[in-house]
């Protein structure tokens, strides 16, 4: 298959800035190409008018009236807890208890494993997610399956295997070495096929052992370019549990430290207790915070503090953080983080500085800005010529709201401020991976089809 172009509006960012830098164009032209590799890259995007004389002979899909940005970025989501999503519990660890260790035990089946990593990944991509680093259970085979459905789809997409050898219940709970093991074959097997990636996966310090904590960290310095993600200071219980485990490390995220899991490529869920020290370690090393509104909102954990994280220059982006997590939707997460952001006090009752997130912020951190975080600048998440032409194409007229929002809208700002506050899943007209449509064998007929 030859070059393909699309036109529209067309929303991009700078892959490399460390803030929202945003090209926008309001009659774009995107150029893509397939690459040695199969991999379609984006060749050219501008403007139409001045890019179409450039490319006279490239097939043309007309879709002005909607515009084309990148496919989101999610960096913290568990594809297992799926058929939980909205499970109610008081906090994060009776939630854990009740629920998610239980359910999670049955992904040692992989038929199943199989089934809800389809059906997971086609919900994310119809919500307009097109990346992801993603949770499996401790079970090996629960990597295989979403992996597998991954690459049948042509996803740039991480995963790992959930490291937990104590505080953990039959039926999820692993074995040290064996666990250790687990990982070296699934890093040899997935990591680098295709467009996959493995992530090294301790669930939370206080579900792994210190052998298995000292084995992650050496298999991260092994292999660099692998991720690594886990948990940190997402609750004060689990705050004070971490500190009578470990009474003889600075802090929660010092324990990771002393492991060798802080790192360009780690990504830890949450953040919200954290101290200056703390920030100061995660912007030396790289490593970086999978900001989770939703799910924090849900299990009452605390309000993220954008401010003191961004003083001290760490890295960040958004997540669902499915299944406490509350919806699958970059939009429901955005609007979550512009609350969260607007709040003055962080869940312990210390103070925090309110800030009034702007949506290109908001948009750059479940996009460009997660690239840039999880090590993946210039790869997805900007519309960047060279990168991967993993899209999205937002219709504005999806809801009747919506379209009466945005014709009102006088500013470009304010129309990303309408999608971020009205729109959801009807809003993502098509989605393409790698430059191809997706099909989605689940979208529910006569809608995309009927706006094609
Ligand atoms: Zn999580």
Known sequence: MAMQAWRAACLAFDPEADHPIVHYESDGLLVAEPQSDGVWRVVARGPYAALRPQWPQVPVHDWRGRCIAPGFIDLHVHYPQTDIIGAPAEGLLPWLQRY?????????????????????????????????????????????????????????WIAG???????????????????????????????????????????????????????????????????????VAENVDEVRWVRELYPHDRSYLAVYERFGLLRPRAVYAHGIYLDEVDHARLAATGAAVAVSPTSNLFLGSGFFDYAAARRAGVRLGLASDVGAGM???????????????????RGDGAAKAAVS?????????????????????????????????????LDPEATPLLKRRCAHAASLTEWLFAFIVLADDRAVAHVHVAGQPHNFTQRPSGRNEARA
């Not at 199943?112 to 680093?133: H, I, K, N, P, W």
């Not at 919806?327 to 003055?344: K, Q």
């Not at 993946?376 to 060279?386: E, I, K, P, T």
């Open 100 to 156: 998610t260790f239980v359910h999670e035990a049955r992904l040692a089946d992989p038929a199943y494993a199989q089934e809800v990593a389809s059906f997971f990944l086609d919900e994310m991509l119809r919500q307009g997610v097109t990346t992801a680093l993603t949770w499996a259970t401790s079970h090996p085979a629960s990597v295989e399956a979403v992996l597998e459905q991954a690459e049948a789809r042509g996803l740039r």
């Open 161 to 231: 295997k959930v490291l937990q050898d104590r505080h953990s219940p039959d039926g999820v709970r692993d074995d040290t070495e064996g666990s250790l093991r687990e990982t070296e074959a699934l890093i040899a097997r997935w990591h680098g096929r295709r467009r996959l990636g493995y992530a090294i996966t301790p669930r939370f310090a206080p579900s792994c052992s210190d052998a298995q904590l000292q084995g992650a960290g050496a298999l991260a310095a092994a292999h660099p370019s692998v991720w690594v993600q886990s948990h």
């Open 327 to 345: 919806s699958f939707s970059p939009f429901a997460t955005m609007r979550a983080a512009y609350t969260v952001g607007r709040a003055a006090v």
């Open 357 to 393: 997130l702007t949506p290109e912020d908001l948009w750059w951190q479940h996009t460009a800005g997660a690239a840039r975080a999880a090590g993946l600048a210039g790869v997805v998440g900007s519309l960047a010529v060279g990168s991967e032409a993993d899209f999205i194409v």
